[in-house]
């Protein structure tokens, strides 16, 4: 009565975590409790840093900009230099882009007189 039945064995895979989120800054997971969401970011704790000084930031400490984070300091201290968000910040500035778009609008328009 005692049959023997082969055995199946499977494949033996690697441990793979539960965790479908990854880090912005390591690109490593990310489990819940070591977790920060900023800006639509998904960060570790010891990853969430300014930009300009490395700074470990929180939720109370931190500003975005064009997808950068940075302490509040070093916000204000970039601001202050060129006095505009997108030039202190190595970008181009948005009236540059109004005034391309508003000539360019001149034209269309002188053209249709």
Not at 13 to 24: D, I, R, V
Not at 39 to 57: E, G, S, V
Not at 66 to 80: A, P, R, S, V, W
Request: glycine content about 4%; charged content about 25%; overall charge positive.
């Amino acid at each position: 009565q005692n049959q023997s039945r082969p055995s199946r064995q499977t494949p033996r895979q690697a441990f793979q975590p539960a965790c479908g989120e990854t880090c912005s800054a390591c690109l490593k997971p990310v489990y819940p409790m070591e977790k920060i969401t900023a800006d639509k970011y998904i960060f570790h704790k010891t990853c969430f840093r300014c930009k300009q000084c490395k700074t470990k930031l929180s939720m109370y400490n931190y500003t975005p900009l064009h997808g950068e984070f940075y302490c509040i300091f070093h916000y204000k201290q970039l601001f202050k230099r060129k006095g505009n968000y997108d030039e202190g910040f190595g970008h181009a500035q948005h009236k540059n882009q109004w005034l391309l778009r508003n000539t360019a609008d001149m034209v269309h328009d002188e053209s249709e007189v």
